[in-house]
């Protein structure tokens, strides 16, 4: 027998019959419903009859004409009402209210804003529960009250055991920007933005909740015009320059302060001594000294002595520990339970709803204020409950009801991925993913991942892959497929666990590393023995990993027939898809011809490989598949400058650049990368314009792979004072190629390198 209430259980039971009420409407048919339509309408016929039966007719001729208008006003008030409030800005947290008045905390408030005039970044740093957010917040609001010049960024991340990345961090302050957070690989390379972003603009950045210096260390050291607030509890050592304001503990008056505006000033003079001592016992502590004050308002009979009397005989260690248990053993069982779950939960925090579906019920604000009026809980990110340091991590084992609300968990978000992907790029499923990709990723590398959850995860990877490419977040799309993986290994699911798999694979491709896009390929491959088993899918990575790794024609040419047998006839994606590696295939196959002296045989081909890519450019346009248009036009113009076609190619480069741009800034840098390829044919180029062509296109590339060689290849060229730095890093980026088959393009690329 669960632990929920019973107001909890009849509302859960009244809502499932309501629901499965309307599923069997269906089967009235619709001979039944005008039946039970008629029935209704006859019934409000007598009704009518008997209310206006006394009614003389000039009256009822005066009521019955404002009534549709009255009732179309009293829908519209209902419907008002009812309607969800609107999302909150793209990717951006609304900036934290007010707070009027902080007890004791002056000093500190002064100095912030003192800071703010000689320095760019101010530092605040304090422990736990000494209100550190509090203060930072208070500041913001004194030097920016205009809400159009607060910015705010919460970088307390859903993962308990360890701190969001430096990346993740700088990923999550770009979208607080209003930056594409997805433009960056590293975190400094946000620096930059940053300082475009707030220059001149008398904004305050305020980011909460730090826990270490290494994940706001790239964040300029000075933006003119505007300020930056660091708040947290650092865990490493600041750098010297930082100088942060430094939070302690509450002094004993303003300790007493702060507990008397909760528990009421007659009941604190009536005791004044030992007011004192109780404000003592919590250490200074405005968060314990908070929670003890809502305890004591919601007791009001109990004695401030007796308390104090119990507290000054219990050691330090259990003094908190001993109220804490005093608000637990006062919860009802609905409450109680919702503690207890998410105590142990893997996830840090959920959304409302979430804990809702943890519980099992249709809704959980009750128990969830009721935690919160206690302190057990506290409200972060807008609606998301996030249990108290003290609560986390009880290490109980899992029992039968723990797994089962677990189930729930996932469950409920995989369907809110189904939702919000399948919605994408609408503004109110961005936002939802910008809040919970991160609890997802964690609920995905839950270890072990739960039983018979398997398809729910599967179901939330495809959300975040979703959602990582149109952010073109590459690492985080890599890792997403990888916990998949893993958790379908453990539960057995081989179908999933292929597809994870495959997925890798395909990421790998993209970041220029077949040798580990090989392995996961293989791994794919060992699921589904029988190469007549293999989907589609398969046959399509292992075509483009050959392509990637040798130039053995014959079975790449193989491994695309397969493919295209493996498709249904109306995959317009999937066939879209075929023609453009055949083309691919063609391509390269035409350039081993003209390395060979095979000039004719070759220019056929280039001009075969240029009318599969027009029938692959129509068939892209039918299915509005934006990528696969861009990637045809980028080997449309690889195809007119091997066919001798400059102008074509440049124009078809245009045409690439611009479809890429804001969905895939891997594919316009690889664009970039061979316009200054055309550039560099002409003998009146001017060299700076193609260095800049290329500096553009560096930061964009992955670590690996031939563009990004090529790229240092033409730089090292351009820049004779720095031809070791980028013929280093040309072969770095071939590397993957070490001890493996590698293409002709690639041996040669690695030569030209070799003899800079």
């Known amino acids: 027998m669960t632990d929920i209430s019973r107001k909890d259980r009849l509302r859960f039971r009244v809502s499932r019959l309501a629901r499965r009420a309307g599923a069997h409407l269906p089967e009235l048919g619709l001979g039944g419903l005008v039946t039970a339509g008629g029935t209704v309408l006859l019934l409000q016929e007598e009704l009518i009859k008997q209310l206006a039966g006394g009614l003389p007719v000039w009256l009822l001729a005066v009521l019955a004409l404002p009534l549709p208008f009255a009732a179309g006003w009293l829908t519209h008030l209902f419907r008002r009402r009812g309607a969800a409030p609107p999302p909150p800005p793209f990717g951006r947290l609304p900036f934290p209210d007010v707070i009027d008045a902080l007890v004791g905390r002056d000093a500190e408030l002064r100095q912030i804003l003192d800071r703010a005039g000689e320095r760019g970044v101010i530092v605040v740093q304090g422990p736990v529960g000494v209100g550190t957010s509090a203060v930072a ?46 433009a960056i690989q590293e975190a400094d390379d946000a ?64 300790g007493r302060d702060l ?52 507290l000054e005989r219990l050691p330090i260690a259990d003094k908190l520990e001993f109220v804490l248990n005093l608000s637990v053993k006062q919860l009802r069982p609905t409450a ?16 409302h709803r979430a804990a809702a579906a943890l519980l099992g019920v249709p809704a959980a604000d009750d128990a969830i204020k009721e935690l919160g009026d206690l302190g057990l809980v506290e409200n972060v990110r807008m609606t998301r409950v996030r249990v108290t340091g003290a609560f986390r991590s ?33 503004e109110d499923a961005r936002t939802w993913f910008a809040m919970e990709d991160r609890v997802l990723l964690q609920v995905l590398a839950r270890t072990p991942p739960g039983p018979k959850t398997g398809g729910a995860l599967a179901r939330i990877a495809d959300g975040l892959e979703t959602w990582f490419r149109l952010e073109q977040r590459h690492e985080d799309r890599l890792r997403a497929a990888a916990e998949l993986a893993r958790a379908a290994e453990a539960l057995r699911e081989e179908q999933v666990q292929a597809t994870a798999e495959l997925r890798q694979c395909a990421i790998l491709l993209t970041a220029g590393d077949p040798r580990r896009a090989r392995q996961h390929f293989n791994q794919a491959a060992e699921l589904r023995v029988k190469v007549e088993s293999w989907p589609a899918e398969l046959h399509l990575e292992h075509a483009a990993i050959l392509l990637a790794s040798g130039d053995e024609f014959t079975a790449v040419e193989s491994a695309l027939v397969r493919y295209g047998q493996a498709l249904s006839g109306g995959d317009v994606a999937g066939h879209t898809l075929r023609l453009t590696n055949v083309a691919a295939l063609l391509l390269r196959k035409g350039q081993t011809l003209d390395h060979d ?52 190619a440049r124009s078809h480069l245009d045409q690439a650049e611009r479809l890429y741009a804001g969905t895939d800034e891997i594919g316009r840098a690889r664009c970039l990368v061979q316009r200054a390829g055309v550039l560099l044919e002409d003998a009146e180029h001017a060299p700076e314009e193609v260095i800049a062509l290329l ?29 070791q730095e980028h013929q280093e890093a040309g072969l770095a980026a071939l590397s993957p190629w070490d001890g493996i088959a590698e293409p002709r393009q690639v041996s040669e690329l690695r030569a030209r390198l070799l003899t800079l």
């Not at 600041?238 to 942060?244: A, D």
């Not at 109680?336 to 959304?351: G, I, M, R, T, W």
């Not at 220019?603 to 892209?620: K, Q």
Request: hydrophobic residues 40%.
């Open 695 to 723: 500096e553009e296109a560096e930061p964009r590339l992955p670590p690996a792979g031939v563009s990004t060689a090529l790229a240092h290849l033409h730089l090292a060229r351009l820049r004779p004072e720095r031809i």
């Open 336 to 351: 109680k339970q919702l503690l207890s779950l998410l105590s142990d939960l893997p996830v840090a925090e959920l959304d």
């Open 137 to 182: 917040i208070k500041a913001t609001w004194d030097l920016a009250g205009d809400t159009r010049k607060q910015r705010y960024a919460d970088l307390r991340g859903p993962d308990r055991d360890s701190p969001e990345t430096p990346l993740s961090v700088a990923q999550r302050v770009l979208r607080t920007l209003d930056r594409p957070p997805g």
């Open 394 to 426: 009880t290490g109980t084992p899992d029992t039968p009801r723990k797994a089962a609300a677990w189930r729930r968990l996932v469950e409920h978000f995989a369907e809110q991925a189904d939702t919000f992907g399948a919605r994408l790029p609408d």
């Open 597 to 648: 002296g095979r000039g004719p045989e070759a220019h056929r081909l280039y001009a075969d490989a240029r009318a599969v890519l027009f029938e692959a450019l129509d068939r892209a346009r039918a299915a509005g598949d934006v990528n696969a248009r861009a990637h045809a036009h980028e080997l449309l113009a690889l195809a007119h400058l091997y066919l001798g076609l400059a102008f074509d």
């Open 259 to 310: 507990l008397a505006r909760h528990i009421g000033d007659e009941r604190a003079e009536r005791d004044s001594a030992a007011l004192g001592r109780l404000a003592d016992a919590c250490l200074g502590s405005p968060a314990e000294i908070v929670r003890i004050g809502r305890w004591l308002a919601g007791n009001p009979n109990i004695p401030l002595r007796s308390l104090v009397d119990d």
């Open 191 to 254: 620096t930059p933005q940053v300082i475009d972003a707030l220059t001149g603009s008398g904004r305050v950045l305020l980011l909460d909740n730090v826990s270490t210096w290494s994940q706001v260390a790239w964040l300029p050291p000075r933006v003119p015009g505007a300020h930056i607030i660091v708040a947290g509890a650092f865990t490493d050592d600041l750098p010297p320059h930082t100088e942060p304001v430094q939070l302690g503990p509450l002094g004993t008056a303003a």
